[in-house]
């Protein structure tokens, strides 16, 4: 592992997490984690490092609900306040990064970037969405894309082929309600753990998706 250091800044919600700083931090993007998980995900730290390699700053961050909680998904009622937290540390990375800020993440912490930068339009210069929950297992019917036509950023999705949360062919659909500019890279026979899952790693994804992120937003 690449080195980084750790970040605790006191605003409201506080942004904590870990940076991954490039040579000179240029660009940057922002990371965080799915519902059951942190900013220590096997994904995110392989993500960080491989972007650091790339020269792109990271900052993977916790979202404020796992800051309160070691375990368990977010409480209903919070995402208001994960979406702030999101907000701060973007606030906390534009400080440090003299280029365009990037946000993102997997699953429920990539849906709360969406959603803030529907509401909030300059906040990033672009997105990079891991294993989109476009609905819930089973439930193709209830499509969590409400705020897609107000989402104008230009927008990197990766989904497994074998995802429960969304098909391709699901995704694919539902990107076209994006107001901006939309890629999506699918991942073969990978699930909505994109290939980490517990200490399994699929060494080659990091390095696939970090260098198709920086062709889309033309690093």
């Known amino acids: 592992m690449t080195g980084f250091e750790t970040i605790l800044d006191r605003s409201d919600p ?26 220590n995900m096997g994904l995110l730290v392989a993500l960080a490092e491989a972007f650091a390699d790339g020269g792109i700053t990271v900052l993977r961050c916790d979202l404020p609900f796992r800051q309160e ?18 907000k701060n540390a973007v606030t906390y990375i ?3 990064a003299s280029g ?26 672009g997105m ?6 476009l609905h819930a297992p089973g439930k193709p019917e209830q499509l969590r894309v409400q705020h897609f036509p107000e989402l104008r950023v230009p927008c990197f999705f990766v989904q497994g082929t074998r995802d429960p949360f969304g098909t ?13 500019r939309t890629e999506l890279m699918t991942v073969e026979d990978a699930g909505h ?4 899952k517990g200490k399994k790693k699929r060494e080659d994804l990091p ?10 937003i033309g690093a």
């Open 100 to 125: 365009r800020v990037f946000l993102g993440g997997q699953s429920y912490g990539g849906r709360q970037a969406t959603m803030l930068c529907a509401e909030q339009l300059e906040l990033a210069d």
């Open 69 to 86: 909680r070691a375990f368990g998904p977010p409480r209903p009622g919070q995402a208001e306040r994960d979406r702030a937290g999101l």
């Open 168 to 180: 391709v062919e699901e995704m694919r659909a539902a990107l076209k309600l994006v107001a901006g």
């Open 94 to 96: 534009r400080g440090l």
């Open 128 to 133: 990079l969405l891991l294993s989109y929950p």
């Open 14 to 39: 506080p942004v904590r997490g870990y940076l991954h700083r490039s040579s000179v931090i240029k660009d940057a993007v922002v990371l965080t984690h799915g519902a059951g998980g942190n900013a």
């Open 207 to 216: 390095g696939l998706v970090v260098s198709g992120f920086l062709r889309f």
């Open 193 to 196: 753990d994109l290939g980490f």
